[in-house]
């Protein structure tokens, strides 16, 4: 899964009223959230379905035991998990589910090791990789509690060997298991980059590097059987970052040759969110946020309903995360010096 936004750090936060304004005329307001004693910056990088937001938190750049936290908030109370015992200092959010469940990946500086993890009650616990992995990511969590992601691992073929992405599902029905997805392409990597409730899994396939630029196709996976996703003719790079009730959203580029927002609806059409650059959050009911490059490298965060924009937040912050209570979340700062706060934005 690829972002095109800097990585901070996250909280989370009661049950918030859905808005009631006309979301084409109100403006999307931040409030900042709370951080744990001794931390000082946050992101918000995940919301759950019952309101909750998890995310990554950490201290002042200059406290000598620097790391980033993973917390979670839910019913006005925040639970700080810390990082997964045995790696860190560093670890990163990619999911939550509502019961709790808060995934992502962390990396074992002294092993050069990065590793997927899931939250068991308040502990972070790391995901098992399959037989010859190197690395593990985990990027997604559905209420069922399947995870998904990916695993490094060294293919050879004709004598010659690389280190190739390979999909992973960590079953709810099988604890302590891990499985390669099946059905998909051979060559290349495959990313699995979401999960819906129904258990199906949204799978990038890169013919290059992952490391370099986007997917070339998309898929949709489920009990073995893949399917592609349309995209327009001529497309020549592909991102799938989120699926939610069946629509997916990213980013394709075509024609133009520059990447535009990309939704597609349930059922499969492929459609361009108006005035996007990328999306990277859908929920439930079709709402996402994304942004608009422009000038100088700067950016614009909004929020679609559909292909329709219904509100933008142009400056100090970033939305990333469409929640399914009706609210957008990502980070805030009150001057360009200051540091990153998290916080959930509210159509007013």
């Not at 695993?151 to 604890?175: I, Y």
């Not at 258990?199 to 590097?209: A, K």
Request: aromatic fraction near 8%; proline fraction near 7%.
């Amino acid at each position: 899964m690829r972002f095109g936004y800097p990585v901070a750090v996250a909280l989370v936060l009661a049950v918030i009223s859905p808005p009631t304004a006309s979301a084409a005329t109100c403006t999307w307001t931040p409030t900042p959230l709370p951080l744990p004693a001794g931390m000082t910056t946050g992101e918000v990088r995940a919301a759950d379905s019952q309101g909750g937001y998890a995310g990554q938190v950490a201290p002042a750049p200059t406290a000598p035991d620097w790391s980033t936290h993973v917390v979670r908030w839910s019913g006005g109370a925040v639970t700080d998990y810390g990082t997964v015992p045995g790696f860190g200092p560093f670890a990163s959010v990619t999911g939550a589910n509502g019961s709790g469940v808060v995934v992502g990946s962390t990396y074992a500086a002294a092993t050069a090791h990065d590793q997927a993890f899931r939250s068991v009650g308040t502990a972070l616990r790391p995901l098992p990789e399959p037989a010859g992995a190197t690395d593990s990511w985990a990027t997604a969590v559905n209420d069922g509690g399947d995870v998904v992601g990916y695993v490094a691992r060294t293919r050879t073929t004709g004598g010659s060997s690389q280190v190739v992405h390979v999909a992973v599902l960590w079953p709810a029905n099988a604890p302590g298991t891990v499985v390669e997805l099946t059905g998909l392409p051979t060559t290349g990597h495959t990313e699995a980059s979401g999960v819906d409730q129904d258990g199906t899994i949204l799978v990038e396939h890169f013919t290059g590097s992952p490391f370099t630029g986007d997917a070339t196709a998309l898929y949709l996976w489920r009990a073995g059987t893949a399917r592609a996703l349309p995209v327009p003719a001529g497309t020549s790079a592909v991102a799938g970052n989120a699926i939610s009730a069946g629509r997916v959203v990213g980013a394709s580029t075509y024609s133009t040759n520059r990447p535009t927002g990309a939704l597609w609806e349930q059922g499969g059409t492929f459609a361009v969110p108006t005035a996007s650059t990328r999306m990277s959050s859908v929920n439930r009911t079709g709402q996402s946020v994304g942004y608009k490059e422009g000038s100088f490298l700067s950016v614009t965060y909004s929020v679609w309903q559909g292909t329709a924009k219904v509100g933008s937040f142009p400056g100090g912050g970033a939305l990333l995360v469409s929640a399914d209570n009706g609210t957008v979340a990502g980070w805030t700062r009150a001057d360009p010096n200051a540091q990153v706060r998290p916080a959930y934005f509210r159509c007013l």
